[in-house]
Nanobody, 129 residues
Framework: QVQLVESGGGLVQAGGSLRLSCVVPGRTFSTYAMAWFRQAPGKERECGSGISKSGGKSYYAEPAKGRFTISRDNAKNTVLLQMNSLKPEDTAVYYC??????????????????????WGQGTQVTVSS
């Protein structure tokens, strides 16, 4: 059973910051591309940010650009999402997700829900105005 263990969500005022963490124990972490998806009430789950298995390439959805930073530490099997200048519209459940990448390239980033096999349980982020 693969476990993705998320932490770091919570309640913050607009303009504040949060850092989400996702640990994937017991995996060859460097063979997996990772991403943070989010799902607001009544909306579809969407990719906010993704990172290649090497960490050499990242992706940000338009709302995240300039405010969020995704990073990974393959030695610690951890992927982080630093979120700054948070807005009420960032309120959602945030999910860490893992996609196997057996390619030779370390620069593939995946952004579709269907490309990810394993998911965390989700962590709630609430931004008050």
């Amino acid at each position: 059973q693969v476990q993705l263990v998320e932490s770091g969500g919570g309640l913050v005022q607009a303009g504040g910051s949060l850092r989400l963490s996702c640990v994937v124990p017991g995996r060859t972490f460097s063979t997996y591309a990772m991403a943070w998806f989010r799902q607001a009430p009544g909306k579809e789950r969407e990719c906010g940010s993704g990172i290649s298995k090497s960490g050499g390439k990242s992706y940000y959805a338009e709302p995240a650009k300039g405010r969020f930073t995704i990073s990974r530490d393959n030695a610690k099997n951890t992927v982080l999402l630093q979120m700054n200048s948070l807005k009420p519209e960032d309120t959602a459940v945030y999910y860490c997700a893992e996609a196997a990448d057996y390619s030779y390239s370390g620069y593939n980033v995946y952004t579709s829900v269907g490309q990810y096999v394993y998911w965390g349980q989700g962590t709630q982020v609430t931004v008050s105005s």
